[in-house]
């Protein structure tokens, strides 16, 4: 899902950190995004060149260090509760007070996974955010 929210900012020139946690699961992810766009190419909607254009404005990383300075992350991983909260609280921590603090979860209570947080007024979300 992670992979698809990134294809759809970057075909709209909105600059992408992917965040995973480990090497080998960001190798994957960045790959996935490079299908998804190629499949643009493919299709004629986008030239070679737009795509490489559109690659740069991805960023793959293991930590949290460059959301500093974010104005919105979307948070896309299993509906897991302790992990998205463990995620949220991550996020606090180094996002800035203005980011908005999204979640793609489809089952889980938005208030729940901000538990633990002080920022239940950023946090959003829901089924295909």
């Given at each position: 899902?992670?992979?698809?929210?990134?294809?759809?900012?970057?075909?709209?020139?909105?600059?992408?950190?992917l965040k995973e946690?480990?090497?080998?699961?960001?190798?994957a992810?960045i790959?996935?995004?490079?299908?998804?766009?190629?499949?643009?190419?493919?299709?004629?909607?986008?030239?070679?060149e737009?795509?490489?254009?559109?690659?740069?404005?991805?960023?793959?990383?293991?930590?949290?260090?460059?959301f500093?300075?974010?104005?919105?992350?979307?948070?896309?991983?299993?509906?897991?509760?302790?992990l998205?909260?463990?995620?949220?609280?991550?996020?606090?921590?180094?996002?800035p007070?203005?980011?908005?603090?999204?979640?793609n979860?489809?089952?889980?209570?938005?208030?729940?996974?901000?538990?633990?947080?002080?920022?239940?007024?950023?946090?959003?979300?829901?089924?295909?955010?």
């Open positions: 899902m992670g992979s698809g929210i990134a294809t759809v900012f970057i075909l709209s020139n909105y600059r992408v950190i946690v480990n090497k080998d699961y960001l190798l992810g790959g996935r995004v490079k299908a998804n766009l190629q499949s643009h190419v493919n299709k004629g909607k986008m030239t070679q737009k795509l490489k254009t559109s690659l740069s404005l991805l960023k793959g990383v293991l930590d949290y260090d460059c500093t300075d974010v104005d919105l992350v979307i948070e896309a991983v299993v509906e897991d509760v302790s998205k909260q463990q995620i949220f609280i991550d996020l606090e921590k180094y996002c007070q203005h980011c908005i603090l999204a979640s979860t489809s089952t889980i209570d938005l208030d729940l996974i901000g538990k633990g947080t002080k920022s239940h007024d950023r946090i959003i979300g829901g089924p295909l955010l």
